[in-house]
């Protein structure tokens, strides 16, 4: 039975509920701010970064001086590009803009090629707003490097940390213009070394990124990663993403390399590098357990120029480089990265393995490449520009991503028979007539033995299925 005392209660009840649900309303009025005060009960809420270590006192105020110290060496970089309107004829102007690294007191700052390439106009802007306009000193196209210099003297600059010292797990500052956003800090982790994204499609590139999760986006190209001493490790270089931001993961040329190639391009204009004359692929458990090696680390040579600096100290197409000046060789970016450390006529030490010996050599790297290979396949050479083709092994990140094994066509000639045939660069051969082929030395050396019509089989990165090609060669 209802009574007006029960009839009361309920009406009390509600109308105290309807108060409330009008003040949270207001409170929570979309167009203010939510501020929740740290002696307020802790509430769960979304995040999207989860570190299971924080930086003690000790830390943090390191990573003040670091930020400090690195955004005060940090400049803005706008890049003015002239092209042609290729209906009108009229000059149009674009512009890109990144971040460089002052690393001099006297005006030379280092950023990435790509931040600068093809630029009339060079625009620099210092953490303290004072503008200048630079010249490009030299450039490097394997490491994506470029030196620029301004007229300037006194300024706040880097020194260089040692990025071999870098580990796994230690804190990182990524300092840049995200956005425009000038002198921005962002911090993380060193999530890798050594790490290759196939970000350019030649065998001469250098790749042996340091990977973080430090937040890069537009405009960080060229900015500084750096430890919690201020000191600079690498040079935001890229980002992996599925959306075009950043999702995760960013990658910085290590300062090792850095350092030598800018005194490169401050002395000569250009990179110094010294070329042991081989093309090397990776080492995986099928080649290991073929070869006979205890390990699945080095690098695999597949060829070996003719009177090259390999070839002269004993190295033949088969040896697995695995040491090289005491220093461990697991794959192809930690020998990449050392070799890119180095200029001609330095005297390297090497230990390898050939034919279940492991054994030593002293090479002494030469100015650029030798034209021609020490193997049989050499005498194929000719057929690839018959064909109009140019091809290179697949890397270790590539082999590992598409998880397939095979030769990598880098280059098509215009109206050869490849092109004629509708093939695409970036195309993987795996097969001759069904024979597999897993290196350019089997491929050149399989591609010998044929003639007249004969079938390609490969794949393409992107696209599913099997894509065969039917070429010619001449008897």
């Known amino acids: 039975m209802w009574n007006w005392r029960s009839i009361a209660s309920v009406f009390a009840v509600a109308l105290l509920s309807s108060l409330l649900t009008v003040v949270i309303y207001h409170q929570l009025d979309l167009g203010r701010p939510i501020v929740i005060q740290e002696d307020q009960q802790p509430r769960a809420v979304e995040v999207r970064h989860i570190y299971t270590q924080v930086p003690s006192v000790g830390a943090e105020a390191d990573f003040v001086a670091a930020s400090t110290s690195a955004a ?18 009229q000059k149009e102007y674009s512009y890109n803009s990144g971040s460089g690294v002052l690393v001099s007191a006297d005006g030379y700052i280092l950023s990435n090629l790509h931040v600068i390439e093809n630029a009339k106009e060079i625009h620099i802007t210092l953490d303290d707003q004072r503008e200048y306009q630079a010249e490009i000193i030299g450039q490097d196209k394997n490491t994506d490097l470029a030196l620029l210099k301004i007229e300037a003297n006194g300024l706040t600059h880097f020194t260089f940390g040692d990025s071999d010292s870098v ?34 499609d030649s065998y001469t590139a250098i790749e042996s990124f340091i990977q973080t999760d430090a937040a890069v986006n537009s405009g960080n190209s060229g900015g500084a990663l750096v430890n919690t001493k201020g ?24 300062s090792n390399v850095v350092r030598k190639i800018y005194d490169d391009l401050r002395d000569h204009g250009a990179a110094q590098r010294g070329w042991l004359d081989v093309n090397v692929s990776s080492v995986n458990q099928e080649r290991a357990t073929s070869l006979g090696l205890d390990e699945i680390r080095g690098v695999y040579i597949d060829n070996a120029f003719a009177d090259g600096a390999a070839d002269r100290a004993g190295l033949r197409p088969g040896d697995v480089i695995q040491v090289i000046d005491g220093r461990e060789i697991i794959a192809i970016p930690d020998f990449m990265e050392y070799l890119a450390q180095k200029r001609p006529d330095d005297i390297l030490h090497i230990k390898y393995y050939r034919r279940g010996d492991y054994r030593s050599t002293q090479v002494t790297l030469q100015r650029r490449q030798a034209k021609t290979m020490t193997n049989p396949s050499e005498e194929a050479m000719p057929l690839l520009a018959e064909l109009g083709i140019q091809v290179r092994n697949l890397q270790a990140a590539e082999e590992n991503r598409m998880e397939i094994y095979g030769v990598k066509i880098s280059s098509i000639k215009q109206e050869s028979q490849a092109d004629w045939a509708n093939m695409e660069p970036g195309y993987i051969i795996t097969h001759i007539e069904n024979v597999p ?29 099997e894509w065969l090609y039917e070429l010619n060669l001449h008897q």
């Open 167 to 200: 580990q796994v797990g230690q804190w990182v500052l990524a300092v840049g213009n995200p956005f425009k956003l000038q002198s921005t800090v962002t911090a993380g982790i060193v999530s890798a070394k050594a790490r290759n994204i196939d970000l350019k």
């Open 437 to 465: 082929v897993r290196t350019v030395n089997e491929f050149l050396s399989e591609l010998n033995n044929v003639r007249g019509n004969f079938i390609l089989k490969g794949q393409y990165p992107n696209h599913d299925g």
């Open 231 to 254: 000191e600079l490790i690498g040079i935001n270089t890229a980002i992996i993403s599925y959306s075009g931001q950043y999702e995760g993961y960013s990658f910085a040329i290590p």
């Open 72 to 89: 005060s060496s940090v400049a803005f970089i706008r890049a003015v590009q002239m092209n042609k309107n290729r209906f009108w004829g």
